[in-house]
């Protein structure tokens, strides 16, 4: 029992002998009872990358421009005459010579009877004369009267043919109406404004081009189309032509589209166009979002095998809206970064992130992945 006892209290004396050592430390700058071990700093910049792909790139001109007739006619009055029959409405398809409408014609008529008749009579008349002339019994100055009197009448006919023709008003091309300025009953004037005819089977679109893109231009040349009115639809279209001359005040050059004809495209409707430039089927591929400009150069990070990055020269050939087509700087298959490229320098030693590391990273930042 004794034992235990002064056991105890050699045990209760080493702890207030420890308490009290505790205490007194407590008025200094006490030390950590257990350093801690802190991880080394990983000092590689944060980047995300992409492989460079080979794929399909087009150089694409986007310009706008309303939508016109390919053909489109104004038909006028030929005659001063009253209109006894009108045969078309606003917005009804005609082919090419259907009558429009008809003027009244009852003294052109009886004009051209009267005619005919008469050159029947003259060139029995000749006939008679010929046979005459030719047994010498008439002198020839008879005979070429004759011949003239006819002449003359065929003349005749034909202008009144010609005046008879103007009663009826056809359709010079194959379209739709799209105006009617007459009326059943009305009296029309010589060169009065009766219809417009618009051919709507094929249309053509205007858009002008900087003098600087014309080289890349040709006939035959894809364009697209898209009329917002129609909805997100994209329509097909051809250069048909292109003006060889630049137009000095805004240095463009016209060029002329050929559009086929489409459900909802109709003539004056505005449309945005996208004309194909150039397109390459196997292009060595940057993200536009790797490109770091330098003045008048253009340059990209190329991650190496050792984790480091080298700044290249890179020269853009053909560019649209996302990537850009260099030559043979770089190799198919080269990471390339793509995010967190602003602190980098020639060199740095960088650390890749995966997708959902790049993400968290760069969310805030401009550079989007």
């Known amino acids: 029992m004794k034992v235990r006892l002064q056991l105890f209290l050699l045990l209760l004396a080493l702890l207030l002998v420890a308490a009290s ?35 399909h790139i087009e150089s694409v001109l986007r310009l706008s421009t309303h939508l016109e007739s390919e053909s489109e006619v104004e038909v006028y009055a030929q005659a001063s005459r009253r209109v006894t029959e009108l045969l078309v409405e606003e917005g009804q398809s005609v082919h090419k010579g259907q009558l429009l409408l008809r003027l009244q014609d ?13 050159l029947a009579q003259a060139q029995r008349e000749l ?23 006819v002449e003359q009448l065929e003349i005749t006919l034909e202008e009144v043919q010609r005046e008879l023709s103007y009663a009826d008003v056809r359709a010079p091309i194959s379209g739709v109406i799209t105006l009617r300025l007459v009326d059943l009953g009305d009296t029309v004037q010589k060169n009065d404004h009766l219809f417009d005819l618009v051919d709507l089977d094929s249309m053509l679109a205007e858009i002008y081009v900087s003098e600087k893109e014309v080289a890349r231009l ?6 697209r189309l898209l009329a917002r009115a129609t909805g997100e639809e994209t329509h097909r279209g051809w250069i048909k032509r292109i003006l060889p001359v630049v137009d000095p005040r805004s240095g463009t050059v016209k060029v ?25 089927a196997d292009a060595l ?14 340059f990209v990070f190329r991650v190496s095998e050792d984790g480091r990055v080298e700044r290249r020269l ?3 050939t053909l560019e649209n809206r996302d990537f850009v087509r260099i030559s043979d700087e770089l190799e198919e298959g080269d990471q390339i970064v793509v995010a967190g490229q602003a602190g980098l320098r020639d060199g740095s030693e960088v650390r890749i992130l995966d ?10 930042s401009s550079t989007q992945l």
């Open 21 to 55: 050592g505790c205490v007194a430390d407590r008025g200094h700058a006490s030390e950590p009872e257990l350093e801690q071990v802190e991880p080394p700093v990983d000092e590689r910049i944060p980047v995300a990358t992409l492989p460079l792909m080979r794929g």
């Open 256 to 280: 002329t589209l050929e559009v086929p004809s489409s459900p909802g495209l109709l003539p004056g409707m505005y449309v945005e166009v996208e004309l194909v430039a150039e397109v390459d």
């Open 355 to 364: 997708l959902q590391e790049a993400i968290a990273t760069f969310a805030d």
């Open 106 to 118: 009852d003294e052109q008529k009886t004009a051209l009877a009267r005619v005919e008749s008469q």
């Open 285 to 298: 591929l940057v993200p536009k979002r790797a490109l770091i400009y330098d003045q008048e150069q253009v």
């Open 127 to 149: 006939e008679r004369q010929r046979n005459l002339y030719s047994q010498e019994l008439i002198a020839e100055r008879v005979f070429v009267e004759s011949t003239y009197a």
């Open 218 to 223: 040709q006939g035959g040349q894809e364009a």
């Open 314 to 316: 890179v020269r853009p």
